[in-house]
């Protein structure tokens, strides 16, 4: 589109509703799929049945007909349209470089940009699209189905914390860690013994009818290779040749690696292990290092005499979170430990320090939550 055309686009269409006919236009519906995550029931609808059949492989353990859709999104299958607007860089994590999400705030709600993808994203209290190569990307499909369910939980007295989770007989405990702490390692570890699984890497939490409660989202687990190769179950997940290679390299070159590697939970432990919802009676708080010599210790805390481990629980939701009434926020929405800190404050709250030790981690989370 040349550039005349792109100004002539923004300037006729300046609300996500008419950018949405924009969207749309010769790109017909013709496959649905139904889903229930949690207490949330969605309803996805698509031009494309392989995209269809992508999301249901996907989502197979949440598949689910019954009820009235809580949520409607819709994934376009096209070209990237240049919709001519004037957009700016979302400002990453701390410590995180390079630009990922691009947005611009209209009138009636947001549009988002995936920088590196191309990958485009319409909310409004009308609409909820994606459009784009989604076939070709098909991950970022899946997490901004992710990121609507999260929303969905937040307006709901939820709060969003980068946390594993388990669960057993629908009661659990999350855990959380800093980066590369290893709390999808020691999560997986642990389904060995019993556990269900509850989430992998965003956790939401809060007030329930009889107590706190965890609520997980439906993504699998994307895992380094030394999480697998030191996790029996989770063998098949890289192919031998790999495996092959991995095993003759450092453990330091391990932790460095930039590879991950889906796991699919109930193929690998089971059906019905991948349960969203579950009682929270614990928090645990890995704060060992890797370099560390003393031995792997297991403290009950205050975390409301601990701010400083507050950061590696809490957590900000991204570029496609709207507020209530699908408005966009004024700033990026910032986290607060007066948010947090009378949920955690209900249940017992562990910090593990010394040494990096996935068995003793295991043995003391085992004899603690079963």
């Known amino acids: 589109m040349s550039n005349q055309a792109s100004k002539q686009m923004s300037n006729d269409a300046n609300t996500v509703e008419a950018l949405s006919s924009i969207v749309h236009e010769g790109?017909?519906?013709?496959?649905?799929?139904?889903?229930?995550?949690?207490?949330c029931r969605i309803r996805l609808d698509t031009n494309s049945a392989e995209l269809n059949q992508i999301l249901e492989?996907?989502?197979?353990?949440?598949?689910?007909d019954e009820g009235a859709a809580d949520m409607h999104v819709i994934a376009l299958e096209r070209p990237e349209p240049d919709l001519g607007l004037d957009v700016t860089d979302w400002e990453r994590d701390p410590g995180k470089v390079g630009s990922k999400d691009s947005f611009v705030d209209l009138d009636d709600g947001r549009v988002c940009r995936k920088v590196r993808t191309g990958m485009q994203y319409l909310l409004s209290d009308?609409?909820?699209?994606?459009?784009?190569?989604c076939i070709k990307n098909e991950s970022q499909v899946i997490n901004f189905l992710i990121s609507q369910y999260i929303t969905w939980l937040l307006h709901r007295g939820n709060v969003l914390c980068h946390a594993a989770a388990l669960s057993i007989h629908g009661e659990g405990f999350a855990i959380a860690a800093f980066s590369g702490g290893g709390k999808s390692?020691?999560?997986?570890?642990?389904?060995?013994?019993?556990?269900?699984?509850?989430?992998?890497?965003?956790?939401?939490?809060?007030?329930?009818?009889?107590?706190?409660y965890m609520n997980g989202v439906p993504k699998q687990p994307r895992i380094n290779p030394g999480t697998?190769?030191?996790n029996p179950a989770l063998a098949d997940v890289i192919p031998e040749e790999r495996m092959q290679q991995l095993k003759k390299i450092t453990q330091q070159e391990l932790w460095d690696l930039e590879?991950?590697?889906?796991?699919d939970v109930e193929k690998i432990f089971g059906s019905g292990k991948f349960r969203l919802r579950a009682k929270l009676n614990a928090f645990v708080i890995l704060n060992w290092k890797r370099d560390a010599t003393s031995a792997t210790e297991f403290t009950r805390i205050d975390i409301r005499q601990r701010p400083d481990l507050l950061a590696a629980v809490m957590k900000s939701p991204?570029?496609?979170?709207?507020?209530?009434?699908?408005?966009?926020?004024?700033?990026?929405?910032?986290?607060?430990?007066?948010?947090?800190?009378?949920v955690l404050s209900e249940i017992d709250v562990y910090e593990v320090t010394g040494a990096v030790d996935f068995d003793k981690g295991v043995e003391f989370c085992v004899k603690q939550f079963t």
Do not use: W
């Open 259 to 263: 590879e991950k590697y889906d796991a």
């Open 185 to 212: 390692t020691l999560a997986l570890h642990l389904m060995r013994n019993g556990f269900d699984f509850v989430s992998n890497d965003r956790t939401l939490i809060g007030q329930g009818e009889d107590g706190v």
């Open 318 to 342: 991204g570029p496609f979170y709207m507020l209530p009434g699908n408005k966009a926020p004024a700033s990026i929405v910032e986290t607060n430990s007066d948010d947090y800190l009378p």
């Open 126 to 133: 009308k609409e909820c699209l994606v459009f784009g190569e």
């Open 27 to 39: 790109h017909t519906i013709n496959s649905s799929l139904n889903m229930k995550f949690g207490q």
């Open 57 to 64: 492989s996907y989502f197979k353990a949440f598949l689910n």
């Open 228 to 230: 697998v190769l030191y």
